[in-house]
């Protein structure tokens, strides 16, 4: 395995798991949710694990990115060392915050542009409200990251890191401006562009390294050979992906037919 495979997975198994297990609740409460409309049992927990695996995936995952920042996982001798519940800690849960406020300030931003009305309206109310949140929470890390994730926050300051934070603002607050004047397909816009610079400004921020101070990517990348192998059948492993989320996507669209019997 690569480098940073093995240092991820032996450092970070825990949170990794915990959005392992969340992704495959998340996905089979849904299609037990959906189907179940049908016969009108179990929707109310069905709904319920949706909702909790929806706010763990994210949070999860959230922690999982923001402690490679911190700097505290280290690599002696070839061995990656950390403390076991290093990840844990004031930046990390405000990166697994943020994580799920990105998912609930995308998502009602979207569902404006599909629905109608008193509903449409409540999609711009929420997204909003999450945009604010996620302003004020991406405002809060940095002082946070210069207690916790110091090398971090150096980058993120620095030249490299600077500009993505000035345009995240200015695409966050005309995502703002836009709900506000209900143009709510150039607010979908604008709010894949806050996040996409949110996301790129965390990236440079990183950049070169995967774990900061301690692998670099290049140092982090699998042997040739790997890579020659991997690309080799990439292409054939897309054939037989594309076609299958193509049918499930079809497969799930839209809601059931009541009248219809298993």
């Not at 404006?112 to 008193?118: A, D, N, P």
């Not at 699998?222 to 499930?248: C, D, E, H, M």
Request: net charge positive; hydrophobic share 55%; glycine share 10%.
């Amino acid at each position: 395995f690569p480098k940073g495979f093995a240092a991820l997975f032996t450092t970070l198994l825990v949170p990794l798991v915990i959005a392992l297990i969340g992704i495959n609740f998340r996905g089979a409460a849904f299609a037990f949710r959906h189907y179940g409309k049908q016969t009108g049992e179990k929707i109310p927990l069905m709904a319920g694990i949706f909702a909790v695996a929806s706010t763990l995936t994210p949070f999860a995952l959230g922690m999982a990115v923001s402690a490679t920042a911190t700097g505290k996982i280290v690599i002696v001798n070839g061995a990656v060392q950390a403390d076991p519940w290093f990840w844990i800690g004031p930046f990390t849960l405000v990166g697994g915050v943020t994580g799920m406020v990105i998912c609930a300030y995308l998502a009602p931003i979207y569902m404006t542009v599909r629905t109608g009305g008193e509903l449409r309206n409540d999609f711009k109310l929420r997204g909003i409200i999450a945009g604010l949140l996620l302003g004020i929470l991406t405002t809060v890390e940095i002082p946070v990251a210069m207690v916790d994730a110091p090398i971090f926050a150096g980058r993120l300051l620095a030249p490299q890191g600077a500009p993505f934070i000035a345009m995240s603002v200015i695409s966050g607050v005309t995502t703002q401006i836009l709900l506000w004047r209900c143009r709510f397909l150039w607010a979908q816009i604008a709010a894949a562009g806050t996040v996409a610079l949110t996301i790129t400004g965390f990236a440079a921020a990183m950049y070169p390294d995967l774990l900061i101070g301690q692998l670099s990517l290049a140092a982090a990348a699998a042997p040739a050979a790997t890579l020659r192998a991997f690309f080799s059948v990439f292409g054939i492993g897309i054939i037989v992906l594309v076609p299958s989320l193509l049918l499930l996507y079809w497969t799930f669209r839209g809601e059931p037919d009541p009248a219809r019997k298993a």
